[in-house]
């Protein structure tokens, strides 16, 4: 049984759209929220990037929300490529280079306009269902509405397209599964450092899932068939922990764009990769648009 969507419910009735109704009010998610949210406020005076605060209920608290966009443009009306985080990290501390990557992208590239949005995951959930906090299941049900409610990400506030770093690589590629069981494919995917790994002694050290069979579940090295012909990313250092399970990735799913190089897991290669991941993801909504 999956381990994300409400507990009690089989993937298949949360896949089912006659229940998905069901499925949220089991978990209290609604279209709205009748408590006023404070206002957005700038992030680090920066006036492109704005934090707020939302109360997630399939993860039982409030997290932030922080919503990046290019220097000259206004969020609303954007597209949205939503950035996971890492391990023991937040989406405040995510943004970092960011803002001014997206605006090189589209200023001195030549990319269309779109927003990175990010969003609190929790510090060890690999983005994926544990006991009473589901991140995975805040993505697929209550980020689309909030998206929507800010004029973000189309009428129905779907991100066309994920990325992340280290175990936000890992919950990308979920997502991205997620959407393509859905019938709702992304038009892109990148990861950087994707904290996969090839055994259960390795991964079982991490405390992350209760039991090998809920990590194999989810485990996107397990289940690379299911995330469809989306196109893919991929940037690992050599010197990196996870590179062993980044080239066995890379082997068998073929990505569009693969790159391992000099480097290891920190923000020195991060800085190096997250600009061309930007860059990936813009393209990619600018051949789709182009073909609309």
């Known amino acids: 049984m999956p381990h994300d969507g409400p507990v009690g419910l089989s993937r298949r009735t949360v896949m089912t ?21 404070p206002q ?20 039982n608290r409030h997290v932030d929300l922080v919503t990046m966009y290019p220097k000259g443009h206004v969020r ?3 597209p949205v490529c939503v950035m996971l985080h890492g391990r023991f990290g937040d989406a405040r501390n995510s943004a970092a280079g960011l803002p001014a990557w997206l605006s090189s992208a589209v ?18 959930t690999y983005w994926h269902r544990r006991l009473d906090d589901d991140p995975m299941w805040m993505l697929l049900e209550e980020l689309p ?18 990325s992340g770093v280290s175990m936000g690589g890992f919950g990308a590629l979920l997502y991205a599964r997620r959407r ?18 090839t055994s259960w002694e390795q991964m079982r050290k991490r405390r992350a899932f209760s039991s090998e069979q ?19 990313g991929v940037w690992c250092g050599t010197h990196d922990r996870f590179i062993e399970g980044a080239r066995e990735f ?12 000099p480097g290891g897991h920190n923000s020195r290669y991060y800085r190096k990769a997250l600009p061309e991941l930007v860059r990936f993801v813009g393209r990619h909504l600018k051949s789709s648009t182009a073909h609309e």
């Open 17 to 37: 759209a006659g229940f998905l109704g069901a499925a949220s009010l089991s978990l209290g998610l609604t279209r709205s929220n009748s408590a006023p949210e």
């Open 40 to 59: 957005p406020s700038q992030l680090n005076n920066q006036p492109n990037v704005l934090v707020e605060q939302v109360y997630s209920q399939a993860r």
């Open 76 to 78: 609303q009306e954007l």
């Open 107 to 124: 200023h001195e590239h030549g990319l269309p306009p779109f927003a990175i949005l990010t969003v609190d995951g929790g510090g060890n």
């Open 145 to 162: 509405s909030w998206m929507a409610e800010r004029g973000l990400g189309g009428p129905r506030g779907l991100p066309f397209a994920v």
């Open 180 to 197: 393509q069981e859905r019938d709702e494919p992304l038009r892109a995917v990148a990861v950087v450092a994707p904290a996969l790994l």
């Open 214 to 232: 809920e990590w194999a579940e989810v485990d996107p090295l397990r289940h690379i068939d299911a995330l469809g012909d989306v196109p893919i």
């Open 250 to 261: 890379i082997r068998r799913a073929d990505p569009e764009y693969a790159s391992t190089t």
